[in-house]
Structures are given as C-alpha cells and as structure tokens.
C-alpha cells in the first residue's frame, strides 16, 4: 500500500512539475536593449521591423540612441527574434530577424518590437522599411525615404526631400522649410496623404488619385475627371521643389502651415 501511495504521489509529483514546465515555456516575455553610438549629424540610418512601431526623437547632440522593446508570447517566439545592427560613424542599420518557422505551428504566438531613436537633427532616415507599424518622426529635418505596408505615418519640420510608399494607412507630412529638398515623392494605395508646406514654399504639385478628392490651400485647381479620380497641377511661388502625389484610394490635402 505504501509503495502504491508513493509511486501515485511520485505520478502527481511528475504531473506537478510538467505543468510548471509548460506553464514557464507559454509566459509572456518582455525585453527591453538600449544602445549608445557616437554619430555624425548627417550620417545615414536604416531600420526594417515586422511588428512594432518606429519613433525618432531629434536632439542637439553627437549620437544616436536606441532603446528596443521586446514583446513575445512565449519563451519560444522571443528565441526566434534577433536584432541585427551595424554601425559606424556615419552610418547604422538596424534589422528585425525571425528564425525559420519550419516544423513548428506558430498561429497563436504573438510578437513585437518597439524602437525609439534618439538622433541628431539632420540625420538621413534613408532606408527605413516597416510591415506591420507606425513610424513616428519628431523633429528631424534630413532626408527622408520610407516603405509602409500596415500603419502610419506622422513627421514635423522635415526640411529634405522625401520619398514615401504606404500600402495601408495615413501619412501626415509637415515641412517647416523646403530648403534642403529637391523633390518630395508619397505614394498611397489605401489611405489618406496630408501634406503640410510652409506658405512661403516654392514648389511644383503634379497630384492624382484613382478614388479620392484632392484639395489644397494654394488657390491650384483641381480637376475631377468624369468617371473617377481627380488631378491637381500647378506651381507655388517660383516652383523650385518638385512635388509628386499619387493616391488610389484615399484623398489628397495639400495644406498651408
């Protein structure tokens, strides 16, 4: 009897521990990594992210930081992501990578990964590439050139040329001053493109959307066509910076700061 009630206690025992096992293995994981690089004011930066929003902060200094946030569901999602980084002087690419999937089911596993950089003010934000995200620029004045599938996008006081593609989501643009930019380029397929120019600007607008109003406050006119879609052509001032909009489904407003 005793050697029955040991083994039954010995079985629960196993039961107990493999529990807690699975329990550990399934809890959620967070994970913060900050990092420090001397940087030079126009050096280059480029970020690719699956999951998770991107925000640069500018500041008056002589680096860049980075805090990243790391969220999975489980041990076993947070072991397949790693963020690659290279870095010099001038130039720091930054890379989420996931692990291959194969032979494992990952439909109810979750993850994501936050950055926020700190730069210098006229750093180049040339490459920046997200899928499922916002991108958040806060006063940051160099160039800009960026990919979106799923998310949006706000900036204020660029003063560089910009190129800019979004599948899904809004982008909202303010540019304090065009005296740096040669041209500005954004794309749309679904979503809404603000665009905010000094009212002083000089600039060239050539804009058309498939389906979607155009509207702006330089007095262009805008014509609708007949059966779908609107264009705006024009220049402000002496039309130095060109300025190319197109849109598939959403509007188009080019606005006055």
Same mark, same amino acid.
């Given at each position: 009897?005793?050697?029955?009630?040991?083994?039954?206690?010995?079985?629960?025992?196993?039961?107990?521990?493999?529990? %807690?096992? #699975?329990?550990?293995?399934?809890?959620?994981?967070?994970?913060?990594?900050?990092?420090?690089?001397?940087?030079?004011?126009?050096?280059? #930066?480029? &970020?690719?992210?699956?999951?998770?929003?991107?925000?640069?902060?500018?500041?008056?200094?002589?680096?860049?930081?980075?805090?990243?946030?790391?969220?999975?569901?489980?041990?076993?999602?947070?072991?397949? #992501?790693?963020?690659?980084?290279?870095?010099?002087?001038?130039?720091?690419?930054?890379?989420?990578?996931?692990?291959?999937?194969?032979?494992?089911?990952?439909?109810?596993?979750?993850?994501? &990964?936050?950055?926020?950089?700190?730069?210098?003010? *006229?750093?180049?934000?040339?490459?920046?590439?997200?899928?499922?995200?916002?991108?958040? #620029?806060?006063?940051?004045?160099?160039? %800009?050139?960026?990919?979106?599938?799923?998310?949006?996008?706000?900036?204020?006081?660029?003063?560089?040329?910009?190129?800019?593609?979004?599948?899904?989501?809004?982008?909202? %643009?303010?540019?304090?001053?065009?005296?740096?930019?040669? *041209? @500005?380029? %954004?794309?749309?397929?679904?979503?809404?493109?603000?665009?905010?120019?000094?009212?002083?600007?000089?600039?060239?607008?050539?804009?058309?959307?498939?389906?979607?109003?155009?509207?702006?406050?330089?007095?262009?006119?805008?014509?609708?066509?007949?059966?779908?879609?609107?264009?705006?052509?024009?220049? @402000?001032?002496?039309?130095?910076?060109?300025?190319?909009?197109?849109? &598939?489904?959403?509007?188009?407003?080019?606005?006055?700061?």
């Amino acid at each position: 009897m005793k050697t029955t009630n040991n083994l039954k206690k010995a079985g629960l025992l196993s039961i107990a521990v493999m529990g %807690l096992s #699975i329990g550990s293995a399934s809890a959620e994981v967070n994970e913060t990594i900050e990092k420090t690089w001397d940087f030079d004011s126009d050096g280059r #930066i480029q &970020v690719e992210n699956v999951n998770g929003d991107v925000t640069f902060r500018s500041c008056d200094c002589a680096e860049v930081s980075m805090t990243a946030h790391i969220y999975a569901s489980s041990q076993e999602m947070r072991d397949r #992501i790693s963020i690659d980084i290279s870095d010099s002087s001038s130039s720091l690419r930054v890379k989420t990578k996931y692990k291959n999937n194969r032979g494992s089911s990952w439909n109810h596993e979750r993850s994501e &990964v936050t950055y926020t950089f700190t730069v210098p003010n *006229s750093v180049r934000l040339d490459g920046i590439e997200l899928v499922n995200g916002n991108l958040n #620029i806060e006063g940051v004045t160099g160039q %800009l050139d960026a990919d979106l599938v799923n998310g949006e996008l706000k900036s204020d006081g660029l003063t560089a040329s910009t190129k800019v593609s979004m599948v899904n989501g809004d982008m909202e %643009l303010k540019f304090s001053e065009l005296s740096d930019a040669r *041209s @500005i380029n %954004l794309n749309s397929v679904n979503g809404n493109i603000y665009l905010y120019l000094p009212s002083s600007a000089n600039a060239s607008i050539d804009a058309e959307t498939v389906s979607g109003r155009i509207s702006n406050d330089f007095g262009i006119e805008v014509i609708k066509h007949k059966y779908v879609g609107s264009e705006m052509r024009g220049s @402000i001032g002496n039309g130095d910076v060109q300025i190319d909009l197109e849109n &598939v489904n959403g509007k188009i407003a080019v606005r006055s700061l």
